[in-house]
């Protein structure tokens, strides 16, 4: 009798090893191994994302980064649903160009340098909407208010102050 029980824990705690349990609440994307297979310790298995807490990335131009302040309100628009509007804010500014960071440099073995305007990337946080909606790599587009950051620049040199 002892025996089998210690049988029955000893697949109770099998069975146990076998859950697969997350740290958040999540919209599971993509199984990567199929029922039934082994898998590793540490093998990935799955990939899934918090929809509470989705941000985009977007690319702007060095020219106008200047203009950006973390806070700024940004609109947001997706692709897949034009009638639906999201708004956002500006989170963090990049401070590296977006092609600092590419697998492939650009090559010029000719010496000849030709000026192209760089992007930083930007993060902005989603705040409110039908957030369910989105998932990670849906395209989107943004409009960020730089109205009252420029407003505050004109006011600063009509007055002479710094910031």
């Known amino acids: 009798m002892a025996e ?3 049988k029955l824990d000893e697949e109770r705690l099998r069975i146990a090893d ?8 999540g919209v599971v994307n993509k199984t990567l191994i199929d029922q039934g297979e082994y898998v590793s ?5 799955l990939m899934m994302h918090d929809p509470s807490k989705l ?20 609109a947001i628009s997706v692709d897949a649903f034009p009638d639906r509007h999201f708004s956002g804010h500006v989170a963090i500014i990049g401070r590296a160009a977006t092609s600092q960071f590419a697998l492939l440099p650009d090559p010029n073995p000719s010496g000849n340098f030709t ?4 992007r ?5 946080y989603i705040d ?3 957030t369910e909606l989105i998932g990670p790599g849906m395209m989107v587009e943004v409009d960020i208010d730089v109205a009252h950051t420029r407003s505050e620049k004109d006011e600063q040199s009509k007055t002479g102050t710094a910031g």
């Open 128 to 130: 409110d909407g039908p």
């Open 115 to 118: 000026k192209i305007t760089q």
């Open 55 to 74: 941000w985009v990335e977007a690319n702007v131009k060095e020219t106008d980064i200047g203009e950006l302040r973390r806070g700024q309100p940004v």
């Open 41 to 45: 310790a540490g093998q990935p298995i």
């Open 18 to 25: 076998l859950e697969v349990k997350s740290p958040i609440s």
């Open 120 to 124: 930083l990337p930007v993060r902005i």
């Open 4 to 6: 089998a029980q210690a």
